[in-house]
Each structure stands twice: as C-alpha cells, then as structure tokens.
C-alpha cells in the first residue's frame, strides 16, 4: 500500500453537480491536509484536520466541504463548483510535530 | 506573514550541468526549511529538508543549506540528469497551535534538462 492515496485521479464534473474526493493514509498519521494546486500559483492549504478535528480553514467557499471520519480518511465534498475550480487538489498527511508532509498523487479536478 | 520566494522557471539546462534553484524566505522565528519535487503526473515528495540554522539537508545528489543571515534555502546539484526534470517546491513549516504543521510554499520553479 503506498502512503498517501487519493482518489478519483482525474475528474470530471458540471457546475451543478455533487461529487467527492477521497483521500486515504495508511501512515498512522495523526493530521491530514487539502491543498489546491493552480497553475502559475503558489500551493493553496485549503483545510487542515488533526485528530480528526478541523483546525485550520483558509476561507475557502462553501461549495468545498471537508469531512475526517478518522485519522485515516478524508473527503472533500464538491457542490456546484464554479470553472475557476478546476485544479489538482492534493491530500497530504503528517506526524505530529516533525514537519514533514506526504503528499498524494492527486486529484485532478475539471469544472465545465 | 510568513512566505517563500523562489526563482521563475523554466529552468533549461543540459545533462550534466550545475543547478541552481535560489530559495528565499520571511518568518518570524526559526521555521524548518524544504524542498519537494513533483514529477509529471504526480503529487509532491519531499526532496531534503533543514531544521536549523546552518544544517545541510541533501538526497539523491541534491543539497541545500540553511542559512539564516541570508534567509536562504537554495537548492543545488553538481550534475543534473533527463530524470531530474520536475517542478521543484521551496517551502517553510509554520507551526501554530498544536500538533499540526503548515507548510508554506513558494510557486514551484519547473526544471527542464536536455540530453
């Protein structure tokens, strides 16, 4: 099993549509992240969880939903996105105190 | 606010050639500095990192120092290989309350190398 795993890779979706992102870790990691990646931009931390519980929400708009069910999954809801949307959403996950992050392979997500 | 400014890309070079990718940062306190490469296709992984002043983080024939007087992380190779073509990530940790880091990154320098 490798560390981080997200899926779906690559996805699809209408404006009006309702879909979600999952991301797994499988290294006993106690706080897990979503980035959003653009281009041309720096990283975008979009929302951190530790021990489950949300900690950090970078004013992102309510049309991305985060959900930690346990320390091992993470989900972001998606709900009538806009074009502008459309990026590589990363998961990452980390041990506490180290610093270290480990990244998924991605999410990529295109809004029509 | 904390931030990281890295040199824009493209980045072209031949195959065994020297790189330089210059990294530099603003933060309040003493963050812990990294580079992540991220091939295409893929997510991030973490390259070398440096946790103190002066600490030399390398991996795979890169290096890169931590120096404070300079605020600089800049990321280095001797001989650069077609396989080392990637976007390279400068970034810095910055810890708030708790258990979790932050990371901070700068815009990623894309890295083209030629045969």
Known sequence: ETGVTQTPRHLV????NKKSLKCEQHLGHNAMYWYKQSAKKPLELMFVYSLEERVENNSVPSRFSPECPNSSHL???LH?????????YLCASSQEIRGELFFGEGSRLTVL | GNSVTQME????LSEEAFLTINCTYTATGYPSLFWYVQYPGE?????LKA????DKGSNKGFEATYRKETTSFHLEKGSVQVSDSAVYFC???DRYGGATNKLIFGTGTLLA???
Do not use: I, N, R
Not at chain 1, 13 to 16: C, F, L, V, Y
Not at chain 2, 9 to 12: E, F, H
Not at chain 2, 51 to 54: C, G, M, S
């Open chain 1, 13 to 16: 979706m209408g404006m009006t």
């Open chain 1, 75 to 77: 989900f972001l809801h």
């Open chain 1, 80 to 88: 009538t996105l806009q074009p502008e949307d459309s990026a590589l």
């Open chain 2, 9 to 12: 890309g493209p980045v072209t």
């Open chain 2, 43 to 47: 997510g991030l992984q973490l390259l």
């Open chain 2, 51 to 54: 946790t103190k002043a002066d």
């Open chain 2, 91 to 93: 970034a810095l940790s």
């Open chain 2, 113 to 115: 190398v030629q045969p």
